[in-house]
């Protein structure tokens, strides 16, 4: 096990009718904040309604900013940021999943910072203060809700880029699952395969003795795996969505990865996938990851076949070890395809004809991940692997 | 699942010599201390000259309190509270296991108060400020370096009590696994049991759909079970120390309970044990728990039979749940066992002369636990299991 760390600072407040207590959170840190979130789904819903008369009855004056798009833009958080510093506002409420909070987090950073708020994103420097950011999340997913991360999309290039800071933990985050039950399939589906993906890039690794790791990671895995697709199939099941949403969390929020070196090489790949095609991540990750799987799986086969038995129940004989590792990953894949995602890029409609540029991006100027570290031609190979 | 909030803000820091930077952790709260520490072993091996020269080369005064024994003593509390108010002391740094921190936070409960501190232990009064505290891990068990919970002993009784508040999580919790080279098999065994028992008294619960919550348990029970007995046969081992410290802490920092009733009975009837005998904590949990198991799995066959499926591995015919079950309580007492613990009080030289006394005490006007919830003749009942 390797020297950590560890402290999530964000509180979290989950169950039944959360939301409605906004107001008492928000107003601890501020009276005057950004109220961000996506569409229109929010007002119709009368979900948006709940949170703004919970703002006012704590006496809270709010400003909105809506268009929080899939891959969240530079664009609206340029505006968001403006829109702060002309009405002093020192306070972002995220309404939503990944993408909004996201954007929130990258509206907080830009306020108090003299520069372009892209810098964080394409340089190694960091905000030295942030706005407090509070959620209300509304698809489990992105685990943003409790992580240090953030990724926004610069749609010239197009570039998605990330930066993690102790500063972009938010203050508070409201988990209700009543406010699942909404959902598209495909979202279901696409957060479903980001949650699996946030614990197996934590999972394979190569770091020896981590045994209680291993452990916490097997189990969060099974439990996604079993109540993602009960999700899908009953999307109105509150203890479901309590599982799946709490699973999401505890995925991300920094606990099953401590101890070891993560690796991370999928996800960032992915984001080139989804800065070319502007497709769903968690739905790149379908296509991604069994891919990854098969390429890298020798560089130390019985963490695959540890993963195979304890996770996914695999009973072969123990004398084939590789046959066990392949069997495991079938199974990942044909997990995603039972949550109706593509796994290859052919079903998701997607050419090669950015490969080269993908991989070039995807490996800047040095390697990805640590299972294998792996260089432009390695993930070019993970291409043709996902074709 | 039911409603829950979740913030465990004490800063965990893992790892090699750790200790040896305390000074730095410290500095950011005090520079007047109370240095807080059980015997000599401490001096002999050390680790308290590593200790106070990082607190001098950060330019922190000190004042040593050290006697703390299992069990820890109202007396010696009653002392630190004078002693840091003589000295002006704003800050306690515990050094040891849980009997030491807990002491550390009865002080920092007791300075700023104006009644005895006991009060917090003997009412539902809590208090409104607390001194912070830090701690310097040498006995993975307990789990007081993250919790919000600290129980003393009052010899006049005798009486052993606790209370819980969020002003009782440390500010930082120091732990370093080469720290747990020269701890006693006793201990050892002791400080496995216990960490054992946190995660029992979450898992063993009536609250429905907990999928998320049950898989995170039984990962933890898994890597204490093969875990512990390694740190008994060879306690030199970095990496199976780091297993059990890191487990130890996970058991109780708060999480793995989240969003379902917890029981707790067995830990308040060992309270009892531990105040009429004097026996360690986890010994005594060895002894109330496999008897607890016996007296309430009917209450709900199927939790058991889940904990000795996934847990325990095993493997009977599904038609006979109370097989199922009683073997899976077999094992835990055969687990015990293993680590030379007394399963009965026979074994432990404990005879039957207080059983009413305890009973009584345990219940107090009331019941305790949820499982089942036990009335003073349930807990007759258990006793005379544990004979």
């Known amino acids: 096990m390797l020297n950590f ?30 109220l961000h979130y996506g569409g229109t789904f929010l007002k119709s819903s009368g979900v948006l309604t709940e949170i703004t008369t919970s703002l006012k009855q704590a006496g809270i004056t709010y400003t909105e900013l809506p268009g929080v798009v899939p891959n969240p833009r530079l664009s609206l958080v340029h505006q968001g940021v403006a829109l702060c510093r002309e009405k002093n506002i020192d306070f972002i409420l995220a309404v939503g999943g990944g993408s909004v909070i996201d954007s929130a987090k ?9 520069g ?14 942030m706005l407090p950011v509070g959620v209300v999340l509304t698809i489990p997913a992105a685990g943003s809700e409790s992580s240090d991360g953030t990724v926004i999309t610069n749609q010239q290039g197009p570039y998605k880029r990330s930066f ?4 972009a933990f938010p ?15 495909n979202q279901i589906a696409a957060g479903g395969a980001d949650i699996l993906a946030h614990v197996m890039e934590r999972y394979f690794s190569r770091t020896p003795n981590t045994d209680m790791s291993d452990r916490l990671c097997e189990g969060t895995m099974k439990a996604i795996m079993s109540n993602v697709p009960k999700a899908l199939q009953n999307p109105q099941n509150y203890d479901t969505w309590a599982e799946v949403m709490w699973a999401g969390n505890v995925a991300h929020n920094g606990l099953l990865g401590k101890g070891k070196q993560e690796d991370w090489a999928s996800h960032a790949i992915e984001h080139e996938v989804s800065a070319q095609y502007d497709i769903a991540h968690g739905a790149g990750l379908a296509i991604i990851f069994p891919a990854w799987m098969k390429y890298v799986y020798q560089e130390d086969t019985s963490r695959f076949v540890q993963f195979a038995v304890r996770v996914l129940g695999v009973d072969l004989p123990y004398q084939n070890p590789d046959a066990i590792a392949l069997e495991g990953i079938r199974r990942v894949e044909a997990f995603f395809k039972s949550l109706g995602l ?30 294998k570290k792996l260089n432009k031609q390695d993930v070019m190979a993970i291409f043709e692997l996902a074709k």
Not at 10 to 33: E, L, M, P, R
Not at 171 to 185: G, H, I, R, S, V
Request: charged share 15%; hydrophobic share 35%.
């Open 5 to 34: 760390e560890f402290l999530n600072p964000t509180k979290i407040i989950f169950g039944k009718g959360s939301h409605k207590q906004v107001g008492q959170q928000v107003a601890q840190y501020s009276h005057n904040v950004l």
């Open 106 to 114: 990258a509206i907080a950073a830009g306020v108090p910072y003299t």
């Open 116 to 129: 372009d708020v892209w810098d964080f994103y394409s340089s190694d420097k960091r905000p030295e203060t």
């Open 164 to 167: 993690v800071s102790p500063l």
């Open 171 to 185: 203050k508070f985050a409201m988990l209700n699952p009543e406010l699942c039950y909404t959902l598209p399939a």
């Open 342 to 371: 593509a796994t290859t890029f052919t079903q998701a409609g997607i050419g090669d004809e950015h490969f080269a540029l993908m991989a070039e991006r995807a490996c800047g100027n040095g390697t990805q991940g640590s299972f």
